[in-house]
């Protein structure tokens, strides 16, 4: 296991702290918009959250071979913690569009065959 001088230990730290509180934030406006009906825009949510985690994964080699620190280790666990919550609320909100969307194209499917375009229609009776 090779060692990591302090200051870039410091250094990779620092950085990480700052990309884990930018998901943190990122995560918890979307999981407040959510909570609050309010709109919000999926795909720059979505591409904040991707950036913010590739960017992790960039710097996983550095703590894999020198460990993290308490501080990032907490503020990891505190990142994993809201991840989880935003699922569940990501979770709810796709299947109640999905049941919207099932309600909606049954109501289409139901209109559509409420005998205005019928065989019997076409025969010229109200059979």
Request: aromatic residues 4%.
């Amino acid at each position: 296991m090779t060692s990591l001088a302090p200051v870039a230990r410091a250094s990779a730290d620092a950085t990480a702290l700052a990309i884990v509180e930018r998901l943190y934030e990122t995560i918890t406006g979307e999981n407040d918009a959510i909570a609050r009906r309010l709109g919000f825009d999926h795909h720059a949510c979505s591409l904040r959250k991707s950036q913010g985690l590739l960017e992790l994964n960039r710097l996983s080699p550095i703590f894999a071979a020198a460990g993290a620190s308490p501080t990032l280790r907490n503020a990891l666990a505190r990142l994993s913690a809201i991840l989880d919550e935003n699922g569940r609320r990501l979770r709810v909100r796709l299947e109640a569009a999905k049941t919207v969307s099932d309600i909606v194209a049954r109501a289409i499917r139901d209109s559509q065959s409420d005998g205005t375009y019928s065989a019997q229609a076409w025969r010229g009776g109200d059979e």
